[in-house]
């Protein structure tokens, strides 16, 4: 997996604006986010007006005992908590075969009262586990993460707004539009691929309309790429760029 180390937006660059240097701008998510739970609480407040007593349900699917994974759950369930969605931990064992995961996978896809299923990731077991397929057997409409095929897909076309988005792109996206800056026209480096950041970063990015670069392990000049000199008079306004803790 893609880790999501920071997101720097630099205003202005070398060779540009009379050849001045200007600094970057670090956006911290912390006040964002509590504002976007603030939202959903809101929202969920009016849901339950329309339908009273509902509730959304959520499954946190792991396989094995990663401590990483541990600590993203224990965020998750905790978030879920605060909004108000009943969220549950399914941890199977280490030992646990693919056909056991897809089985637990199309219970909670035929669980009604579940809306909403994240395969954690990686599958931590001692057997062979194909993600890909593991992925795709989670029912796109309850395909939180993005991750399906279908998701992905529809997401790569553009078809923004019938599709779930990985929410680290998403948040991304959601901290550029705090800062006021419109990333139309103009060049967005992402560096890394993976289907859970890099690669939909770079599809939200083109479809706000940005020129978009995505470097990766087998870039063969990355320096050259994210350097804002690069960049034409026009474009070097806003250069966004991903910096994370692996390329793949």
């Not at 880790?3 to 240097?21: D, I, K, N, V």
Request: with cysteine.
């Amino acid at each position: 997996m893609l880790s999501f180390a920071a997101l720097t937006l630099r205003l202005g660059s070398t060779g540009c604006r009379g050849g001045r240097r200007h600094l970057a701008t670090i956006v911290s998510g912390n006040k964002t986010s509590q504002l976007v739970r603030e939202r959903l609480k809101e929202d969920l407040d009016k849901m339950r007006g329309q339908f009273p007593g509902f509730r959304p349900g959520l499954v946190v699917l792991q396989v094995g005992d990663r401590d990483d994974s541990n600590l993203y759950i224990s965020m998750k369930l905790k978030a879920a908590a605060e909004i108000g969605i009943n969220a549950s931990h399914v941890r199977l064992p280490k030992t646990a075969t693919e056909d056991e995961v897809l089985r637990r996978i199309v219970e909670v896809n035929e669980n009604l009262e579940v809306h909403g299923l994240i395969v954690q990731l990686p599958l931590d077991s001692i057997n062979p586990m194909d993600t890909e397929k593991v992925t795709n057997a989670v029912a796109p409409e309850k395909d939180v993460d993005g991750l399906t095929s279908i998701n992905a897909g529809k997401l790569s076309r553009g078809d923004l707004g019938d599709c779930f988005i990985p929410c680290t792109p998403k948040g991304c996206m959601k901290l550029i539009s705090q800062t006021g800056t419109s990333v139309a026209g103009k060049n967005a480096v992402v560096i890394g691929r993976s289907k859970i950041v890099g690669a939909p970063m770079h599809d939200l990015l083109l479809w706000s309309h940005a020129t978009v670069t995505t470097c990766h392990s087998k870039t063969t000049d990355l320096a050259a790429q994210v350097t804002p000199s690069n960049l034409t008079p026009d474009l070097c306004a806003l250069s966004c760029q991903l910096h994370c803790c692996h390329l793949v």
